[in-house]
């Protein structure tokens, strides 16, 4: 009898032990939380949305959309980052904070690559390159360009300011790219959002500006403004009668996009069943659809392409920042 407690306190023990492994492997045992460091409402707090809800379908519990809009998309990250690496914390990032951010002279105290673990690229958002609406090229109040290249012939050889939604967004620098390419001449005319960018062209205060294709989508209806080319790699789906500038110019492509972190350290079994479940749900063509709808195109990657292409995207980015002169917000 002597042996009994000794007996008892080892089946304790293997109890315990068991309990903690069926533990380990019932992630998620409740409800998971993405931060959206976007305000509400908007496109990418819409696909953040279309994407919890159906992640908590197949993970079998909620999952629920917290926003927390700030620094440019830094902040929620920063708190993702922050977060206990157990699944239950994730965020959703957008290119400018991720790849962008961190290259800039204030950079938030953010650094994508050592303090966030990438599941999924999610989703494309389209920029898209506009003019005045009128046809003849040249520039100057009230001109407009008929293509990109007529665009491109002019600025080289005087300078074409170019609108966009704000200093050291992934518009201004899709500009920049597009200067440093073709060896043109395309000055920075920073505003606060696409809207008033798109305003200016059809005024005529600014001949051309990059921005959102939802902002300036009624005004190619209209006839007030032409579109010259979109930044991504082909063609939009939202938009396939426009061509991407990469027709024109090879191998150009400022794409904007959206993805899914969690906190660097994140359990293998943890990583792979969200990995997995990111997977199934953007492979739905119900939630492909549910996207499109909301001026985002579908743009899976798994985790590790995901990552290489981050690293190739900041390398790029800083490459465009580091010859850039400071710029005044207008």
């Known amino acids: 009898m002597r042996h ?3 007996r008892k306190l080892l089946c304790v023990v293997a109890l315990a032990g068991a309990a903690l492994g069926a533990q380990a492997q019932a992630f998620p045992s409740r409800p998971v939380t993405v931060i959206a460091p976007f305000a509400a409402g908007g496109s990418a707090d819409g696909v953040a949305r279309v994407v919890a ?27 993702v980052a922050k977060a206990n690496p157990d699944g239950y914390t994730l965020g959703m990032g957008a290119a400018g904070a991720i790849v962008i951010g961190p290259h800039l002279p204030d950079a938030p105290a953010l650094n994508p690559q050592e303090q966030l673990q990438p ?11 506009v003019a005045g609406s009128g046809s003849a090229s040249g520039s100057g109040s009230g001109a407009g360009y008929a293509t990109l290249q007529a665009l491109l012939d002019a600025a080289k050889t005087t300078e074409v300011p170019t609108g966009n939604s704000g200093q050291y967004t992934a518009h201004h620098l899709a500009a920049e790219l597009l200067a440093s390419t073709t060896k043109t001449r395309l000055p920075a005319v920073p505003y ?52 991407s500038i990469g027709e024109t110019v090879p191998g150009y492509a400022a794409p904007a996009w959206l993805g899914m972190f969690a906190p660097k350290g ?31 195109e579908p743009a899976y990657l798994g985790p590790k392409p995901f990552a290489g292409f981050i690293d190739a995207e900041s390398r790029r980015w800083a490459a465009v920042i580091s010859r850039l002169p400071g710029q005044p917000q207008k």
């Open 266 to 296: 994140l359990p293998p079994e943890v990583s792979d069943k969200l990995a997995t479940g990111l997977r199934t749900v953007l492979e739905k063509p119900e939630v492909q659809a549910q996207i499109l709808t909301l001026s985002a």
């Open 192 to 243: 606060r959002g696409s809207a008033p960018a798109v305003s200016d062209v059809i005024g005529g205060q600014v001949p051309v500006a990059f921005v959102d294709l939802t902002s300036v989508a009624g005004h190619l209806k209209a006839g007030t403004v032409k579109a010259l080319g979109v930044t991504s790699a082909s063609r939009s789906k939202l938009a396939p009668d426009i061509p």
């Open 119 to 129: 599941l999924a690229k999610v989703a494309d958002i389209p920029l898209v390159l």
């Open 53 to 79: 809800r159906e992640l908590g379908q197949v993970l079998g519990q909620p999952v629920i959309v917290d926003n927390k809009p700030g620094a440019g998309g830094a902040t929620g990250l920063m708190l």
């Open 4 to 6: 009994l407690p000794v």
